[in-house]
Antibody
């Protein structure tokens, strides 16, 4: 069965960077797109960007354009989210979510990774 | 970007009652709309895609309808496990966007 296992919680200081991983299993990693979606405490869902796990193409929300990088390691079936210049407003749970292609819905989700930004 | 407005913000109902949730888009999204369920401490789960199609394993008491700018999610008879927050999401226009959510709580 499809599983997306994310890395553990992180605590970062303002201005730092964070890297969150998402290891996929149960399907052919390179055949799908991986998205990153975040959720601030008690807030709604915000789409951040995607990566085509096959060819490495990426697209990012303009809200994060200058601070985000999504990469993948096909040999490890893992996608990564890098977010830099962290501020307190970036405190959130970060989810990876798989879709069939870049415009499809989010069929499967990781368990989420809490990133706390605090001085 | 397309703004999705969900109403009501909170719906207080008893088990066995019918729940009707609304999602309105700021511009037409055709039928390119999904509904997700999220329980506390869990990731969202896809319930409905393309406005009216149930995702794999979703019980028949969940149904979706609508097109253009107005959509509904109906839960025909609430079970205890259905009390959760529900989000709509559109994929018709980039970037994909979510509504603010409707919390279905036990009355």
């Amino acid at each position: 069965q499809v599983q997306l296992a994310q890395s553990g919680a992180e605590v970062k200081k303002p201005g730092a960077s964070v890297k969150v991983s998402c290891k996929a299993s149960g399907y052919t990693f390179s055949g799908y797109v991986m998205h990153w979606v975040r959720q601030a405490p008690e807030q709604g869902l915000e789409w951040m960007g995607w990566i085509n796990a096959g060819n490495g193409d990426t697209k990012y929300s303009q809200n994060f354009q200058d601070r985000i990088t999504i990469t993948r390691d096909t040999s490890a079936s893992t996608a990564y989210l890098d977010l830099n210049s962290l501020r307190s407003e970036d405190t959130a749970v970060y989810y990876c979510a798989r879709s069939y292609d870049s415009k499809s819905y989010f069929e499967f989700w990781g368990q989420g990774t809490l990133v706390t930004v605090s001085s | 970007e397309v703004v999705l407005t969900q109403s009501p913000a909170t719906l207080s109902l008893s088990p066995g009652e019918r729940a009707t949730l609304s999602c309105r888009a700021s511009q037409s999204v055709g039928t390119s709309l999904a509904w997700y369920q999220q329980k506390p401490g869990q990731a969202p789960r896809l319930l409905i895609y393309d406005a009216s199609n149930r995702a794999t394993g979703i019980p028949a008491r969940f149904s979706g309808g609508g097109s253009g700018t107005d959509f509904t999610l109906t839960i025909s008879s609430l079970e205890s496990e259905d009390f959760a927050i529900y989000y709509c999401q559109q994929r018709a226009n980039w970037p994909p966007t979510f509504g603010g959510g409707t919390k279905v709580e036990i009355k």
